[in-house]
C-alpha cells in the first residue's frame, strides 16, 4: 500500500507492500517540477544543457544553391550526349561565387559548397569530364540537376530549428551554428546533493598510505552517483560520508534541503543502523518506501524542503540500479526535459538465467554478437554487491515479477542502459 505523503511520521512495516517498478518511476516522475529558471549561454558552453526556448531559423540553410561537387555547371540542355564539349566561362569556389551568367554552351569550373550560377542547372563531377584546352568534354553526363543542394534544403528561414526541451548533443549545437545563433537560452542544471551514509565507509582521497581498519570498506556509492550525476550534465553537491546516527544524518540533511534534489545511499532498510527514513519522515515527507525490483527494494522517495528526496539502498548494485531506473528520469524531467521511454529489445539469451517469482528483476548483461545476430548474455556474477557486473555490464535483462527460471535460447527483454536517456521533446 502506498504511503500518503501526508504521513509524516512514516514507519516501515511489513504491511507496506513494495510498489511495482513501473508505478514507482511514473509516481516519481509525476511529483517533479520542472525548474523554471533559464540562463543565456554561448553555444560553446551549451553541450548537454536542454533548451528554454524555441530557436527559429533566421536563414535559409544552405542559404544559395550550392554545388556537392568538384566539377562543371552548366545547363543539362546544352548536353544532350556524352562527349559533348563546352567553353569554360570561369570559376565558382566557395566564399567565391561565380558573378556572371552562364550561357548557352558554356559552363564554370566549380567546387563543392561553391555557389551555383544563374543559368547553371547540373553539375558533372570532375572525374567524368577531360579538360581540352579552353573547353571541357563531358563524358559521361549526370541527370538533370544531379550535385546541387538546393537552398534551404537543411533548414528554411521562418522555421523551427529546436523546440524547448530538447537536450543538446554535439549535433544540435552544430545545427544551431548553421543558423547563425550564437547564444541560447537554456535551463538552469539542477543541483543535486548527495551523499554515503555508513559508519564503515571511509573516502578514497582521504589521507593517503592508511590501510583501511578492520570491518572498514571503501565508499565506492558516492564517487559512482557524482559521475552518474555529472555524466547528466548536472551540478552534483558532494555531501561526503554521513556516520549512522540519527544526529549526524539531521545535519546533512539541513545542509541538503537548499539543493534541487538529494540522493543518498544506504541505511533506507531495516537494520538497527538504518536512520534515513526516520529523520526523513522527521524533517521532510515520505511519500513512498520500497519498490518490487531485484536489485534495489529499499527505495525511499519523498520530499526535503524544496528538494525531491531519493534514499537509495547501499548494496552498490542497488544504489547504481535504482538511480538509472527512478532517480535518473525524475532528474531528466526536473531539468527541462522529457524522459526517454525505456527500450526493450526481445534477444535471446546466452545462459540460463535463474528467477524465482516475486520481484522485477534487473540482470546485469552485455549485447553481444553471436554469428552475425545480436544476442544478450548475463555477466557472471548478480550479487547486488559485486559492482563489477554493473561495470562489465551495458543493459538489463528484465525478467517480470510471476517469471520462473529462464533456459538459455530464450527471447528475453533487454533494456540497454545508457544509450536511451533523453527523450525528444513535441514540436
Ligand atoms: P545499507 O543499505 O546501508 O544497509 O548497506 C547495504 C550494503 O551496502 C552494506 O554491505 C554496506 O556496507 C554497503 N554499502 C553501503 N554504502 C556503501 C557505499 N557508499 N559504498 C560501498 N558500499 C556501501
Ligand atoms: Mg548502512
Request: glycine share 10%; aromatic share 4%; net charge negative.
Amino acid at each position: 500500500m502506498p504511503q500518503s505523503s501526508e504521513q509524516s511520521a512514516f514507519r516501515p512495516s511489513p504491511e507496506n507492500t513494495p510498489m511495482p517498478l513501473a508505478q514507482a518511476r511514473a509516481r516519481i516522475v509525476d511529483a517533479i517540477t520542472p525548474i523554471a529558471d533559464t540562463e543565456r549561454v554561448a553555444l560553446q558552453n551549451a553541450l548537454h544543457r536542454v533548451l528554454a526556448e524555441r530557436v527559429i531559423a533566421g536563414v535559409d540553410v544552405p542559404g544559395a544553391d550550392n554545388s556537392s561537387m568538384d566539377g562543371y555547371g552548366y545547363r543539362a540542355g546544352d548536353v544532350d550526349a556524352d562527349g559533348a564539349a563546352l567553353d569554360v566561362v570561369g570559376e565558382s569556389l566557395a566564399g567565391h561565387p561565380f558573378a556572371g551568367r552562364v550561357g548557352a554552351g558554356q559552363c564554370v569550373r566549380i567546387m563543392t559548397g561553391a555557389v551555383v550560377p544563374d543559368g547553371v542547372d547540373t553539375v558533372v563531377m570532375q572525374e567524368n569530364t577531360r579538360a581540352a584546352g579552353e573547353r571541357v568534354v563531358i563524358e559521361k553526363r549526370p541527370a538533370s540537376g544531379s550535385n546541387i543542394r538546393a537552398a534551404g534544403e537543411d533548414l528554411r528561414a521562418g522555421t523551427i530549428v529546436l523546440a524547448p526541451g530538447h537536450y543538446l548533443r554535439p549535433a544540435d549545437i552544430a545545427v544551431l551554428a548553421s543558423v547563425g545563433v550564437a547564444k541560447v537560452s537554456v535551463v538552469r542544471r539542477p543541483r543535486v546533493a548527495f551523499f554515503s551514509t555508513g559508519d564503515e565507509l571511509r573516502p578514497v582521497d582521504g589521507p593517503a598510505g592508511q590501510p583501511l581498519a578492520p570491518g572498514e570498506i571503501y565508499d565506492s556509492n558516492r564517487y559512482g552517483l557524482a559521475a552518474l550525476i555529472s555524466e547528466l550534465g548536472m551540478e552534483g553537491v558532494d555531501l561526503g560520508v554521513v556516520g549512522d546516527s540519527p544526529a549526524a544524518l539531521r545535519e546533512a540533511f539541513q545542509k541538503a534541503a537548499v539543493c534541487d534534489a538529494v540522493v543518498t545511499s544506504g541505511g533506507v532498510s531495516v537494520g538497527a543502523a538504518d536512520f534515513v527514513l526516520d529523520v526523513l519522515g522527521e524533517q521532510g515527507t515520505v511519500d513512498f518506501w520500497r519498490v518490487a525490483i531485484k536489485p534495489g527494494k529499499p527505495l525511499a522517495f519523498g520530499t526535503l524542503g524544496h528538494a525531491r528526496f531519493f534514499g537509495l539502498p547501499g548494496n552498490p548494485v542497488s544504489t547504481a540500479v535504482t538511480f538509472i531506473q527512478m532517480v535518473r528520469p525524475a532528474l531528466v524531467r526536473m531539468a527541462g526535459a522529457t524522459p526517454a521511454e525505456p527500450i526493450r529489445l526481445a534477444l535471446p539469451t546466452l545462459a540460463d538465467l535463474r528467477k524465482s517469482p516475486g520481484r522485477e528483476n534487473f540482470l546485469r548483461a552485455r549485447l553481444v554478437n553471436r554469428d552475425g545476430r545480436a544476442a544478450v548474455e548475463p555477466v557472471d556474477h548478480q550479487g547486488s554487491g559485486v559492482m563489477r557486473s554493473m561495470s562489465r555490464a551495458d543493459c538489463f535483462i528484465v525478467l517480470p515479477a510471476a517469471q520462473n527460471d529462464v533456459p538459455a535460447g530464450e527471447i528475453v527483454p533487454v533494456e540497454p542502459f545508457a544509450q536511451t536517456i533523453w527523450g525528444q521533446p513535441e514540436g
